[in-house]
């Protein structure tokens, strides 16, 4: 097994892998998803084109996550699964990426010694001379220590994307926060932010290659420019990055994740509300309504503060949907801490929300804490405020019944091959009557409507 220090190719690839299969697995979040449609694109200028399943695979890539899961058990089972495989060919190629490689590398080839290849967060870019080396040498594993820099931010990566419209953009890379529930510090070390004339020229590629909405990816989009020294006279903030993303040509939706409700301000909502392709959606991550837990949890907002930033965000851009994450069970937690999650959910009225039962993370300070959550009282809980949260996303749906909105076609839907599935401006999926290719842009009047979707015919 070798570690580390592969020179890499970095001269044009010729495709090695012509007509060989390749098959990603992606665990967890959209940075990851992102990571993974990179990776695709990589596979690709090697020559190798998508398999349907394992058995026609020649080449098997599993990009894992370990931010709210215990991610080692499905790993684990799936490498069990290719062992197996590997018995009967052993040409089939096994690579491990992403969170969990980052964090227990050494472990992964302990216990699947049948593994060719694991690398970290920051090092997917090599994954092409790193399955090179496997096949020369034998197995491989590398990470990033605290090596990592700007240029083991894929930018200039060729990608392979699930939606041809739609593209992921990453602005930043890792998070200086300290929230005692997540693990995100540990495996994606500390916050680089690519240069401005980048991601602008990235946007621009993308729209040359006919991408019209794109989603600006990073853990706090907010502090995005912080570590950049001086552009003009001053450094570049999340502000002037949207107003610039908003010039480039073609570009008629940006949507971005997540800002952190500490540092979100004023200049950057006026920059929403100004830059037309800024779509009216905000995701503003709450995690929990009680003082004492958002203090525990080092959030360092107040429940009133994240109110009145959310009613400022309201208030500053005309038909704004929201949307959140919440933890419910953190240590500590007590029923009237939690009571105080739903007075908030009920105050902010979002328009969605992404719930979590939490599961202490080794290695955070939370998985530590005194007052673990029993699982049982954890998911009585999640299941009052799912419910709580669906009257009100369903109201919130039922409120534009009538109306008429822009929406951006995803292709025929998955249910019913005589509509299609498309999104509003708002984030909202909204089935429509009618066949339209993918990417196109029409109207629908909005006829009917479900917690987690709406129903339309085009007008
Ligand atoms: N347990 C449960 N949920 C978590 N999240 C992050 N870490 C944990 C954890 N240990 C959730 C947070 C975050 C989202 C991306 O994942 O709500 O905003
Ligand atoms: Fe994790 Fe907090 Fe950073 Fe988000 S801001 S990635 S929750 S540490």
Known sequence: MTTLGIPEVR?????????????????????????????????????????????????????????????????????????????????????????????????????????????????LHRVLTLLDHAEEWGPVTEIWEETASIDDVPSSLPSHREVPHSAWVTITIGCNNACTFCIVPTVRGKEISRRPADIVREVRALAADGVSEVTLLGQNVNSYGRDLGLEGSRRPIFADLLRRVGEVEGIRRIRFT????KDIRIDVLEAMAETAAVCEQLHLPLQSGSARVLRAMQRGYTPERFLEKLRLAEATIPGLATSTDIIVGFPGETESDFQQ?????????????????????????????????????????????????????????????????????????????????????????????????SGAFLHARIDRAAPSHLMGTPV
């Not at 997540?258 to 409700?261: A, D, I, T």
């Not at 739903?342 to 080794?362: N, Q």
């Not at 530590?368 to 109201?395: C, D, K, N, P, Y």
């Open 341 to 437: 999650t739903l007075d908030v959910v009920e105050e902010a009225r979002f328009d969605g929300a992404y719930m979590f039962i939490y599961s202490p993370r080794p290695g955070t300070a939370a998985a530590t804490m005194g007052g673990q959550i029993e699982r049982g009282v954890a998911s009585e809980r999640f299941a009052r405020l799912t419910s709580l949260q669906q009257r009100i996303s369903l109201e919130k749906n039922v409120a534009l019944i009538g109306s008429t909105v822009e929406v951006l076609s995803e292709g025929a839907s998955r249910k019913d091959a005589s509509m299609i599935t498309a999104r509003t401006r708002t984030n909202k999926v909204v089935h429509v009557a009618g066949i339209q290719p």
């Open 258 to 261: 997540s800002p952190h409700p």
């Open 11 to 123: 001269e044009r690839r010729t495709p090695t892998r012509i007509g060989k299969r390749y098959l990603v697995r992606t665990f967890g979040c959209q940075m990851n998803e992102h990571d993974s449609e990179r990776m695709s694109g990589l596979f690709e200028v090697d020559g190798m084109v998508p398999a349907a399943d394992v058995a026609d695979a020649d080449v098997v890539l599993i990009n894992t996550c370990c931010i709210r899961e215990n991610a080692d058990n499905r790993l684990y089972g799936n490498l069990g699964q290719l062992k197996a495989v590997k018995d009967e060919r052993p040409d089939l190629r096994i690579l491990v990426g992403g969170c969990l490689a980052q964090k227990d590398r050494d472990l992964v080839m302990a216990k699947a010694p049948w593994v060719d290849v694991v690398f970290g967060t920051h090092n």
